[in-house]
């Protein structure tokens, strides 16, 4: 599953406590795998770096992030915070349903 299908899934209020949980597991995995994927892009942007002709530290990271790596780490940010956000938000569905 995929976070924007998450998101879409989670905005109906009428879960019960037991499909929340489900997709809070599901949640957990995604997040997992965003956080591996991001490691990786991580490792590229210091080989990247290393190997880049610029001369400057700023030059090398503005190359690095217009490169194809540098914009999927970008976008890789960005669904981690929104998937941490969604995440909070199920748990605190989940408890409100104690």
Same mark, same amino acid.
């Given at each position: ?16 406590? $037991? ?22 892009? $991580? ?40 998937? $941490? ?14």
């Amino acid at each position: 599953m995929t976070l924007l299908e998450l998101i879409t899934i989670v905005k109906d209020q009428d879960l019960s406590k $037991e499909q929340l949980e489900d997709y809070y597991a599901d949640l957990s995995i995604l997040l997992a795998q965003l956080h591996n994927e991001l490691g990786d892009r $991580e490792k590229e942007r210091a080989l990247f770096i290393d190997s880049c002709t610029e001369k400057t530290e700023a030059k090398k990271v503005i190359k690095w992030q217009v490169s194809d790596g540098g914009q999927r780490e970008i976008v890789l940010k960005r669904y981690l915070k929104s998937a $941490e956000h969604l995440q909070s938000g199920i748990k605190q569905r989940i408890y409100s349903k104690l």
